[in-house]
């Protein structure tokens, strides 16, 4: 139940979109049409779901002081989270790019174009600061997380390329056309996404 | 040079490793002095913002005050009985993370050790802590020795600014603290009504217009902490026996030094 | 030296990174609801993007081009831990109001793009100087809806009671996420309104 409750908040309460805003470059970026944008969704979904529990691990062994550091409890890495989340991310992003190029050039022609890209996708990071900040009990709340914010990254991608494709059709002032417009629809469908936030689970 | 042989990549990479985290080490070791005592100052200042004790803005003057105005600080087991001194001398307080540790604890209902700090004037401040929407959210209740809550302060680590984040920015939410009391006869010895507390009831005041998830989460800390701190805000853990026969809990699990009161207590409670 | 003004005053308006180049919107809008918040928000970002772009362009000509990328948000993150320690240890109020958004400033798309675009074939002065102007450009925008959210919101400008005076009923919605996002829709209206060339087609 705990499990189903932090799934279904991190994808449409704490959504990485529409309450925090991360992600929000490759976001706009990559939206203006369906199919790429379910290319990125998945990207980023699978990134995040293994690179959050490994972080997670890092950050309860080897980073935060206490009994479970393996270097004794008094020592306090802390300050190197940062460096150390960024590089587990870019070194994965990196290693699976370069797996999948071999082993699977199909998925590699569909998702690989997405990789690199995603090293500096601040979702990712921010999944991993956000775990460190909500403190988890265990491995498998920390990949469900990952799964609920990824999928709701992926949710939320997906809709604005939908919207998107359609408003190619509207007629927009033009200083407003493009990005403008695009802003303006993230924040009307942020205002929907509201809706979740008072439900309490 | 060949800039992308292997040799060369790998030695590069090697070389940038060391100096950052040479860097990085150097500035975390010599700022971290400075980071502990802003964080100690931070929650001594809400302890005193809590117990209406004016103190200074700077780091030095909290900790002055601290010192010159704390009569003793003590930790408490959830029978109320004395664990461990907290020395004034270093003005040894527990940190908001030390908080978090023993809301585990209280939850568990096992065994905690809840720091209270009693000041000169008679006033006893604690903490609460729990979790507000986003993340944590915890703050220290003042109790005169009346029993009347004296004042209250509450802080956030990442509520919504302006709704939520109001526990901490707007005065007039903590000030409606201000007078109340703990019923500890009620199942919730306190409580955050949204649409506003009905007027008279000296147990309650009103949630944060906006900010439903905030208030709940504040109210659940609240009573969380009040109940486990009933043995000592409902009287000294000693005399909870000798009063009216309103035992707060601490005598039926045996926590109670002296004499038979439990047995009396334990009577009271199977009438009740 | 005419280059160099043309350097600096190009990101602030013509090229501004946020409204122009759509670059580092993730890790930000989240600060705006306060004009503390953005104000030292801008000031980190200006400090994180000079000092990296200086560095990365210093040590252009050794960096091997296989790990360029890691090396790269190695140098950022590095910035980016200092600018954090040195807030802990002398605003430590602020860094706690900026929590998670200090470390995103490590995926902030201006940082990496300008470092990738500019940094690694110019001279380091010259890197500099589009460092802190793109980080000046940036802050200009997160303190305009500052600026508004804060006004409207709350009532205040930095904590002083400003509206409250002539009987003004704060908006709550103005506080939430996404005005920030429809907010800066207007400013990319109000900017391509004037500078024609920008709009799209």
Redesign the interface.
Same mark, same amino acid.
């Given at each position: 139940m705990e499990y189903l409750s932090l799934f279904v908040k991190s994808i449409f309460v704490d959504n990485m979109i529409?309450?925090?805003?991360?992600?929000?470059?490759s976001y706009?970026?990559v939206s203006k049409n369906v199919k790429t944008a379910n290319g990125l969704g998945m990207a980023v979904i699978f990134v995040l779901v293994c690179t959050l529990p490994l972080n997670y691990l890092l950050n309860k062994y080897i980073l935060t002081p206490g009994e479970n550091c393996i270097f004794g409890p008094n020592v306090d890495l802390s300050?190197?989270?940062?460096?150390l989340f960024?590089?587990v991310i870019?070194?994965f992003t990196?290693l699976v790019e370069m797996i999948v190029e071999k082993f699977l050039p199909a998925l590699y022609s569909s998702l690989g174009i997405f990789l690199?890209l995603i090293?500096?996708?601040?979702?990712?990071?921010?999944g991993s600061?956000?775990m460190?900040?909500k403190d988890f009990a265990n491995v498998g709340e920390s990949a469900v997380y990952a799964l609920g914010s990824g999928l709701g990254w992926y949710l939320a991608i997906v809709a604005l390329a939908a919207i998107r494709e359609k408003l190619s059709y509207s007629n927009v #002032?033009?200083?407003?056309?493009?990005?403008?417009?695009?802003?303006?629809t993230?924040?009307?469908?942020? *205002?929907a996404f509201?809706a979740f936030m008072g439900i309490s689970l | 040079m060949n800039?992308?042989s292997n040799t060369?990549?790998v030695v590069?990479?090697a070389i940038?490793?060391i100096v950052?985290a040479a860097?990085?080490a150097f500035?975390?070791m010599s700022?971290n002095d400075?980071?502990v005592a802003?964080?100690k100052a931070?929650t001594i200042g809400q302890i005193l913002t809590a117990a209406k004790i004016p103190s200074g803005e700077s780091n030095a003057e909290i900790i002055a005050t601290y010192k010159d105005q704390i009569a003793e600080a003590y930790t408490v087991d959830l029978k109320g009985a004395k664990v461990n001194e907290l020395p004034a001398e270093d003005a040894t307080i527990y940190t908001t993370s030390d908080l978090k540790a023993q809301n585990y604890n209280i939850a568990d209902g096992v065994s905690a050790e809840l720091p209270v700090y009693v000041f000169k004037n008679g006033t006893k401040v604690v903490p609460i802590y729990g979790a507000g929407l986003w993340g944590p959210v915890w703050g220290y209740v003042a109790i005169t020795p009346d029993g009347k809550i004296a004042g209250a302060t509450f802080d956030h680590?990442?509520e919504?600014?302006?709704?939520g984040g109001k526990i901490k920015d707007d005065p007039s939410f903590a000030a409606q603290f201000d007078g109340k009391a703990f019923d500890f006869s009620d199942a919730a010895p306190f409580a955050i009504v949204k649409g506003g507390a009905p007027a008279g009831k000296a147990n309650a005041i009103d949630a944060i217009t906006?900010a439903t998830m905030t208030s709940k989460g504040l109210d659940v800390a609240i009573n969380n902490w009040v109940k486990a701190y009933a043995p000592v805000l409902a009287g000294a853990s000693s005399d909870c026996c000798k009063g009216e026969g309103k035992c707060c809990g601490c005598c039926a699990e045996g926590g109670c030094q002296e004499g038979n009161c439990c047995m009396d207590s334990e009577e009271t409670n199977t009438e009740e | 030296m005419a280059n160099l003004k043309e350097t600096f005053l190009t990101p602030i308006f013509k090229g501004n990174p946020i409204?122009v180049l759509?670059?580092?919107?993730?890790?930000?809008?989240?600060v705006t609801?306060?004009l503390k918040?953005a104000f030292v928000m801008a000031l980190s970002v200006i400090a994180v993007t000079g000092l990296s772009s200086l560095v990365v362009s210093i040590l252009r000509?050794?960096? #091997?081009?296989?790990?360029r990328?890691?090396?790269q948000?190695?140098?950022v993150?590095?910035m980016?831990?200092?600018v954090?320690?040195?807030l802990?240890?002398?605003a430590?109020?602020i860094d706690?109001?900026l929590?998670?958004y200090i470390?995103?400033i *490590?995926?902030?798309?201006i940082v990496?793009g300008r470092i990738e675009a500019f940094a690694l074939g110019n001279k380091p002065l010259a890197s500099l100087v589009d460092g802190l102007a793109n980080g000046l450009g940036y802050g200009m925008i997160l303190i305009i809806v500052a600026f508004f959210r804060e006004l409207f919101?709350?009532g205040t400008l930095f904590g002083f009671p400003v509206l409250k005076a002539i009987g003004y009923t704060?908006n709550?919605?103005m506080?939430?996420?996404?005005?920030?996002?429809?907010l800066?829709?207007?400013v *990319?209206?109000?900017?391509?309104?004037i500078q024609?060339d920008l709009?799209?087609?």
């Open positions: 529409f309450a925090y805003f991360l992600g929000m470059c706009l970026a300050f190197l989270s940062f460096i960024i590089a870019a070194a990196q690199p090293a500096v996708n601040c979702a990712i990071l921010g600061l956000f460190q900040q #002032p033009a200083p407003l056309k493009g990005i403008g417009i695009t802003f303006i993230v924040g009307l469908m942020g *205002i509201m | 800039t992308n060369y990549t590069y990479s940038i490793v950052v860097i990085l500035a975390a700022l400075r980071q802003n964080m931070e680590a990442s919504t600014p302006g709704l906006g | 409204t759509v670059l580092g919107i993730c890790s930000s809008l989240a609801v306060e918040g000509n050794t960096i #091997p081009n296989r790990v990328i890691i090396v948000l190695v140098v993150a590095m980016v831990i200092l954090d320690q040195f802990k240890a002398f430590y109020g706690k109001q929590s998670v470390g995103l *490590i995926t902030n798309c990496m919101g709350s704060n709550g919605l506080i939430l996420p996404p005005m920030a996002l429809i800066l829709g207007c *990319i209206w109000v900017q391509r309104s024609k709009q799209e087609k």
